[in-house]
């Protein structure tokens, strides 16, 4: 707690002890849904949504949300439908190393990727579980890409992981 009973990170007070603002948030939580009909889940979503996704291709669509600020995608890529991962996603190198750091201290095995290409885009990125067994991607997005890549770091991130490599 800061001195007069504010959270750090949470609010920082202005020039006026009475007027509050919202520090800017950086990161965007990420989560990836493997799905069995696209068009379908596409309907689903952006009706529960209220919005239409940013990126939409035969395989694969994705919901840039600020109210939650999530990055929320569906594919048909994963190994069964259902939640197939969540990760964090940061908007600078600088952030993408504060996030590693956490991830060493947390402990676990980290499998860092580097540059890649993944569901349409190019970025740096890495993976890691949780004490549950679920998979979490952390990345920085450095480009579109026109297709999906080809899932050699995903799916051996995935084995990597389940010891099937």
């Known amino acids: 707690m800061r001195p007069g009973g504010l959270q750090t990170g949470t609010l920082e007070a202005c020039e006026s002890p009475r007027i509050l603002k919202r520090s800017v948030a950086m990161k965007r939580l990420h989560v990836h849904v493997g799905v069995e009909d ?18 939409v291709k035969p395989d694969y669509a994705k919901w840039m949300l600020d109210d939650p600020r999530v990055n929320f995608a569906i594919s048909t890529r ?31 095995n980290i499998i860092e990727h580097g540059q890649t290409t993944c569901c349409y885009a190019k ?4 993976w890691t579980d949780d004490p549950a067994g679920i998979s979490w991607e952390t ?9 999906y890549g080809d899932g ?13 490599l």
């Open 38 to 55: 696209i068009s379908n889940a596409v309907g689903f979503y952006s009706a529960l949504f209220a919005a239409q996704p940013v990126v």
């Open 123 to 126: 970025s740096e990125k890495s």
């Open 78 to 108: 994963g190994e069964q439908p259902g939640l197939d991962h969540l990760g964090i996603q940061v908007e600078s190198r600088d952030e993408l190393q504060e996030v590693y750091a956490r991830l060493r201290k947390a402990g676990g």
């Open 139 to 147: 990345f920085f997005t450095t480009g579109e890409s026109t297709d």
């Open 152 to 164: 050699t770091g995903e799916r051996g991130a995935h084995r990597a992981r389940k010891g099937v």
